[in-house]
């Protein structure tokens, strides 16, 4: 969206430099996002301070800036608004745009599963309205101010992912932004370093509902019991989805096939079937969350029917490559935490490969219990997989704990990076394997699928 200099400083109540207003069409904190007519956001940081960046930022076209002082060696023409704080000045910026559009907002959280969620949802209602949605997982208290002051045009719903890995970090930007509609995918073990138990991160996802806005409506999950637990509780509207429990938006008759997946979506207004052109039930499951964003904001079921063909997953959040053998390459290593690995797994147990293959990455963040969650997995891999790779320290629990319930050691590889992952399985694949990649975003696993892969272009 498009402002000005003054809107900036009046925002974030601070002194406009004399003179100096200027027209701005977008913000940016690294230097080179910036494209003429930026303001660039200076933000201190733990390693690196934005300030040092600031004359990059300026040669590359930012046109004003917003730090905690002026910048050394930044040309006089340029105009530098100083706040305490740039991070809360850049909500209060992005915070008085979104009042000035006068737009809607689905805001969308939980343990797993937000992302799609997101973009099946957008997806979904762009079929009656004008839509924008966060990009990528741009769902912090820096990404998502970014991503609303950053819209290319004035949507009538904007659909937003908020994430946390902290207390607190939600409720400041839901009483921010003020969503009409807040969603809760789930709660599972996931930034249990920062969390004493998983019931406190069912509390700390329940924050979003902190600023939801007087008759809003809460859709939640009916069969996560957190969840469930938080929905009983809130006085206000519920849309409840789920498969299994009782809710306003469920599905039956589901068939599995390797590539999709069918079944009957049901709701008050009637149903309807559904073909997803993705395989495993927890797509499906992220298809009811979106269809219930969906409908409260206004979308028939017919939207969702006409919708679910042309989806697709978000890079590496599911997607299918090939390797030059031929064998399939089941990308799903954005990230990983116990319930979504353990879903993915199931995907991998429904197809009929010649050999299924898991290539599973650390899962971190787990806190002080890190083993025993990986463990856990690593007993529920033992019945789903033929051959495991595990990679990373923490990795090694699942191969130990397979081991000890009778999985195969020869069938057992441990590696220590991505890079010797891709290598191993370069020699080893053949036409009918289907392997399947997954661990925390920190591991890395995508750089072993984007190196199987390319051996397939270049074959």
């Known amino acids: 969206m ?31 996002a910036v ?3 930026t303001l660039f956001v200076a933000i201190p940081g733990a390693r690196v301070d934005g300030h040092d960046f600031a004359p990059d930022a300026v040669a590359r076209g930012a046109r004003a800036i917003l730090g905690q002082r002026v910048p050394p060696s930044l040309p006089e ?29 689905a805001a969308i959280t939980g343990s797993s599963g937000k992302t799609t969620t997101k973009e099946f949802t957008a997806a979904i209602l762009s079929r009656r309205f004008e839509v924008a949605r966060t990009p990528g997982n741009q769902n912090s208290a820096i990404g998502f101010p970014m991503s609303v002051i950053n819209l290319p045009r004035i949507p009538a719903w904007m659909i937003g992912e908020m994430g ?16 009409d509609i807040a969603a809760i995918t789930n709660v599972a073990p996931a930034h249990l370093a920062n969390f004493d138990s998983i019931d406190e991160v069912a509390e700390a996802k329940s924050e979003i509902l902190d600023g939801l806005r007087p008759g809003g409506t809460f859709v939640a999950n009916a069969d996560d019991s957190r969840v ?5 509780r809130w006085p206000g509207r519920v ?29 008050s207004a009637g149903e309807v079937a559904i073909t997803l052109p993705l395989p495993g039930t927890h797509q499906a499951v992220n298809f009811l969350a979106a269809s219930a964003v969906a409908i409260s904001a206004g979308a028939s079921i017919e939207d969702c029917a006409a919708a679910a063909p042309d989806l697709a997953p978000s890079p590496h959040r599911g997607e299918f490559r090939r390797h030059r053998s031929g064998a399939l390459l089941y990308d799903d290593s954005y990230n990983a935490n116990p319930a979504s690995l353990r879903a993915a797994l199931d995907t991998l147990s429904g197809f009929a490969a010649t050999r299924r293959i898991a290539v599973l990455g650390d899962m971190r963040e787990l806190g002080s219990d890190e083993d025993v969650w990986h463990r856990e997995v690593g007993k529920y891999a033992s019945s789903r997989t033929d051959h495991l790779v595990c990679v990373g ?15 195969p050691k020869q069938a057992i590889t441990y590696v220590d990076s991505p890079e010797e992952a891709a290598r ?6 053949a036409e009918g394997d289907v392997v399947l990649f997954k661990g925390s975003h920190a591991v890395g696993l995508d750089r072993a699928v984007e190196m199987l892969a390319r051996a397939a272009t270049e074959a």
Not at 395 to 400: I, N, Q
């Open 239 to 267: 849309v409840r989805f789920a498969r299994f429990a009782k809710s306003d938006v469920t599905a039956d008759r589901f068939e599995r096939m390797e590539t999709e997946t069918r079944f009957r979506l049901r709701t």
């Open 35 to 37: 494209h003429p007519g």
């Open 424 to 429: 191993l399985l370069d020699g080893m694949l």
């Open 393 to 407: 320290e923490l990795a090694r629990y699942y191969g130990e704990e397979a081991v000890d319930l009778g999985f």
């Open 228 to 232: 469930a637990a938080i929905s009983k």
């Open 77 to 105: 023409r340029v105009p530098v608004v100083v706040v305490p704080e740039p991070v809360p000045a850049l909500t209060a910026l992005a915070v008085l745009l979104k009042k000035r559009a006068s737009f809607r907002l």
């Open 164 to 179: 946390m890995s902290a207390k607190g970090e939600l409720s400041r930007l839901s009483r921010a932004f003020e969503p």
């Open 2 to 32: 498009n402002f000005t200099l003054s809107d900036v400083a009046s925002a974030a109540r601070s002194a406009l430099p004399v003179g100096q207003d200027v027209e701005l069409t977008g913000v940016a904190v690294d230097s080179r």
